[in-house]
C-alpha cells in the first residue's frame, strides 16, 4: 500500500502533486491511500470538499491530526497486516503520524521552518519498520519533487487516470494521446464536465504535454534512455 500523506497546511496542500503519486500507483499496481494530516490547522469540511473529488474516484481518504489525534485509530486499521510505504513532502508529519500510532517507534522528527513553511528533511533514510498490530510501514525522507521513474510511459498515461478509463475507446484514434486529435471521447468528457478539468491538466503536464519543469524531467529520463536522442 502506498500511504500518501500531506498536511493540510504548512506545507500547502498541493493536489497536482498528489496526482502524481495516484498515478505512480496506479502504474505500480499498488493500492494508494491519501491522508490528509495536520487537521487540527483547517476546516474538517474545507479540506474534504477539495478531496471530494478523490473519494468519487474511489481512492480512501483519512483525515488525522497528531494534536487532537482524529483518524489515527482508522489508520491504525487501513495498515493493519498490510506492507507500507509512508510517502510525502518533508515536514507533512509522516514520522510524527507513526510515532503516534505506534508510541514505541520513537522516530525523529522536524520543526517545519516556520518562515516558508517547508520541512527540513528530517528522516534521511528508507526504514522498514515491524508494527505491533500487524504489518510493516517503510518511513522514508520527503521528496520535493515526484519523478515517475518507474512508470513506463511509452504506452501513454491516460490508463492510471481511473476516470478517462471508460472514453478512451471512444477516441476516434486508437493512439489518441487527448491532446489535439479530433473525435476525442475524453476532450470532449471534459468538456461536459464528466472529467475534472484539473485533473485533465494533470494528464497533461504528466504526459509531458505542456510546459514546466515536469515536461523537462520526461524528456531528460527519456534522453538518458536513449542517448541518441540526447540534445547537445
Ligand atoms: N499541528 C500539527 N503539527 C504536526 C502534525 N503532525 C506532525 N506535525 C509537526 O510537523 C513537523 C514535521 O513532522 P515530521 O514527522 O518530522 O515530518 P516528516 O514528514 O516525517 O518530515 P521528513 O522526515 O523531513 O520528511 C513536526 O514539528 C511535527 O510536530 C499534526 O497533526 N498537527
Ligand atoms: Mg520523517
Ligand atoms: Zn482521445
Redesign the pocket.
Known amino acids: 500500500m502506498l500511504l500518501i500523506?500531506f498536511a493540510a497546511r504548512h506545507p500547502t496542500l498541493k493536489l497536482r502533486m498528489l496526482d502524481r503519486f495516484l498515478v505512480t500507483a496506479e502504474a505500480s499496481d499498488v493500492e494508494p491511500v491519501i491522508c490528509i494530516?495536520?487537521?487540527?490547522?483547517a476546516k474538517l469540511e474545507n479540506v474534504q470538499r477539495e478531496l471530494k473529488l478523490y473519494e468519487e474516484l474511489g481512492y480512501k481518504v483519512v483525515y488525522?491530526?497528531?494534536?487532537t489525534g482524529l483518524g489515527v485509530d482508522g489508520l491504525r486499521e487501513v495498515m493493519q497486516d498490510k506492507i507500507s510505504a509512508i510517502v510525502?513532502?518533508?515536514?507533512?508529519?509522516?514520522?510524527?503520524?507513526l510515532n503516534a500510532l505506534q508510541p514505541g517507534l520513537q522516530l525523529r522528527?522536524?520543526?517545519?521552518d516556520t518562515r516558508v513553511h517547508k520541512?527540513?528533511?528530517?528522516?534521511t533514510e528508507v526504514m522498514l519498520l515491524p508494527l505491533a498490530f500487524g504489518g510493516f510501514v517503510a518511513?522514508t525522507?520527503?521528496i520535493r519533487t515526484l519523478g515517475l521513474l518507474e512508470v513506463d510511459d511509452e504506452q501513454g498515461m491516460d490508463i492510471h487516470f481511473p476516470e478517462m478509463r471508460p472514453y478512451i475507446p471512444d477516441c476516434k484514434f486508437a493512439a489518441c494521446t487527448h491532446q489535439h486529435e479530433p473525435a476525442c471521447a475524453v476532450k470532449w468528457a471534459v468538456e461536459t464536465g464528466n472529467i475534472n478539468p484539473l485533473r485533465y491538466e494533470s494528464y497533461l503536464r504528466i504526459s509531458g504535454f505542456k510546459e514546466g519543469r515536469y515536461e523537462r524531467n520526461t524528456d531528460k529520463r527519456r534522453a538518458e534512455r536513449n542517448p541518441r536522442r540526447r540534445k547537445r
Not at 522528527?109 to 517545519?112: K, N
Open positions: 500523506i494530516n495536520k487537521m487540527d490547522l488525522t491530526s497528531i494534536v510525502g513532502s518533508s515536514g507533512v508529519g509522516k514520522s510524527s503520524l522528527t522536524g520543526e517545519v520541512g527540513r528533511h528530517t528522516t518511513d525522507p520527503g
